[in-house]
């Protein structure tokens, strides 16, 4: 039996946890009944899919990120199927964010100076707020920086308490080499926690040396894994082609324009809703540069680290901005308190009125899309459509950048791209998306113009649907007669069926009898 005290500290426990809980899962509860929230998920979805269904990723089916996002996705339909399968992924949204509330509840328990009682649990809460304090496609999507974040704060938090251990660095490597394979960016904290490591260490240049290698492999290894599975499905050279192709996303996004405004815009739509904890976290990142206790310099470190990654690439969209709220919320809890006891209508403001806010758009998303006059592509008429028309086994392929029309229709990808970026050029964010006059053929792969080509003898899709007459996702500007490959294989293989919600769909020609 536990002793009385024991029980005594899991009631005070258990008690703002499941508090904490709660909270997540309402902030959230709009995912719980809408199975895809945005484009991103869609891909992560459709990628996950054709996997199940045997395709190679990077290979058989194509995006360029890194692959634990879609083995993530692949294990929640592989359970639940398409549509549940999302569901449950969303339910595990909610245990991630709500999980990672606690790590930074416990860091800061165990690691502030003179920690005021309640500030951990104002951790957990600032956490849980403002990562979804954001539209619904960006805050509440399962993009990489959830399922990231959980396994950078939890690298976190063994960093802090390895108290020299040379094991807990290597475990603390591993969790950061984990979230790696999520999003490259966190690879920021491995410059982290050497330079910490460096600094507290740097009278001892042979414990120097032994910890940044035990730091390295163990970050090495789960990278090393990838790299040996991709290679033994095949795919190593595809995987490769498609990580360098990230370098050519980052220098497009730089070299627009419009880079500052977009930064501008971003900050503005992030941090005004959020401006309680960030005016508090940069205020204490700020004090804690100059001086102060350890976990603030520490924090003040990773938040600037943060930053940085957020700005890689130059597109600045919401989800970004999940990987500087964690070091925001150490920094901010302490003084979120103080504020509280002194201000709470102050806090209120800052806390329960946006909440409120974005809880309300996500449910009415649908509505408020259509009143601020971009309503969402009617997919699930065309969907429909293809249905009445074709078995659900006949093979799809979408020309335009519309990903959710590869979810509802649940049918094999008639070539290996979910949208047909690298086809066109067009480059998320940037002025080749929103500026019809803006060419963007410089951003085309040709490759994949080989690709897609061997892809349509080899799979024959029945169906071709076109996105560009009605300007579907910004692809007026790409009709398939500016692309001579595309329109060679429509004019000699296809003919038009039918136009539905903006979109042509081209139906294969059956054989002559």
Request: charged letters at 15%; aromatic letters at 10%.
């Given at each position: 039996?536990?002793s ?22 309402l ?10 929230l ?17 395709r ?73 707020l ?11 999507a ?29 475990l ?40 940044l ?22 795919a ?47 205020w ?38 999940h ?12 003084p979120a ?25 996500g ?75 803006v ?5 085309i ?8 080509v ?6 024959r ?14 692809y ?19 003919t ?6 903006g ?11």
């Amino acid at each position: 039996m536990p002793s009385p005290r024991k029980r005594e500290i899991r009631a005070a426990l258990l008690g703002p946890s499941a508090i904490l809980l709660v909270l997540c899962a309402l902030l959230r509860v709009v995912s719980l009944f809408r199975p895809c929230l945005s484009d991103d998920e869609a891909i992560y979805a459709v990628v996950a899919r054709e996997m199940l269904g045997g395709r190679v990723l990077y290979d058989g089916v194509v995006d360029h990120k890194p692959p634990a996002i879609y083995l993530f996705y692949e294990a929640a339909q592989a359970i639940g199927g398409p549509t549940a399968g999302m569901i449950l992924l969303h339910a595990l949204a909610i245990v991630f964010v709500w999980l990672t509330g606690l790590l930074l509840a416990g860091i800061v328990r165990r690691h502030a100076a003179n920690p005021d009682p309640r500030a951990p649990f104002m951790a957990a809460l600032l956490w849980i707020l403002f990562s979804s304090f954001y539209f619904d496609v960006d805050s509440l999507a399962v993009n990489c920086e959830l399922p990231m974040m959980l396994a950078v704060v939890a690298s976190v938090a063994v960093f802090l308490g390895a108290r020299g251990r040379l094991t807990w660095l290597a475990l603390a490597g591993l969790l950061a080499g984990v979230a790696t394979l999520f999003k490259y960016q966190a690879g920021v904290q491995l410059v982290l926690f050497g330079g910490a490591w460096i600094l507290a260490e740097r009278t001892r240049p042979t414990r120097v040396a032994a910890g940044l290698a035990a730091l390295t492999v163990s970050a090495a290894a789960p990278a090393v894994l990838a790299v040996g599975l991709l290679h033994r499905a095949g795919a190593l050279d595809a995987a490769w082609f498609w990580f360098r192709f990230n370098f050519a996303y980052v220098q497009t996004g730089f070299a627009s324009v419009d880079v500052l405004g977009r930064m501008l815009v971003s900050l503005g739509a992030v941090v005004a809703p959020g401006f309680l904890l960030y005016s508090l976290g940069v205020w204490e990142a700020i004090a804690g540069i100059r001086r102060g206790p350890e976990l603030r310099r520490f924090a003040a470190t990773w938040l600037i680290l943060s930053a940085l990654a957020v700005c890689v690439g130059g597109r600045f969209f919401g989800h970004y901005f999940h990987q500087i709220a964690a070091p925001l919320v150490l920094l901010a809890a302490a003084p979120a308190v103080k504020l509280l006891v002194r201000r709470p209508t102050w806090f209120a403001v800052g806390t329960v009125v946006p909440a409120a806010t974005f809880l309300v758009l996500g449910i009415l998303h649908t509505s408020v899309m259509k009143a601020v006059g971009d309503p969402d592509p009617d997919y699930a008429q065309v969907s429909d459509w293809l249905d009445a028309h074709a078995p659900k086994d006949q093979a799809l392929c979408v020309w335009g950048n519309s990903p959710v029309l590869y979810f509802l229709a649940e049918r094999p990808l008639g070539c290996r791209f979910v949208f047909a970026n690298y086809l066109t050029g067009l480059s998320p964010a940037t002025k080749t998306q929103t500026d019809p006059t803006v060419d963007a053929a410089r951003n085309i792969v040709p490759e994949a113009w080989d690709m897609l080509v061997a892809d349509l003898a080899a799979r024959r899709p029945m169906f071709i649907v076109d996105a560009s007459p009605g300007d579907v996702a910004h692809y007026g500007k790409f009709p398939p007669a500016r692309f001579a490959r595309l329109q060679t294989v429509l004019d000699a293989e296809f003919t038009p069926a039918a136009e539905i919600a903006g979109m042509r769909i081209w139906r294969r020609r059956l054989p002559s009898p």
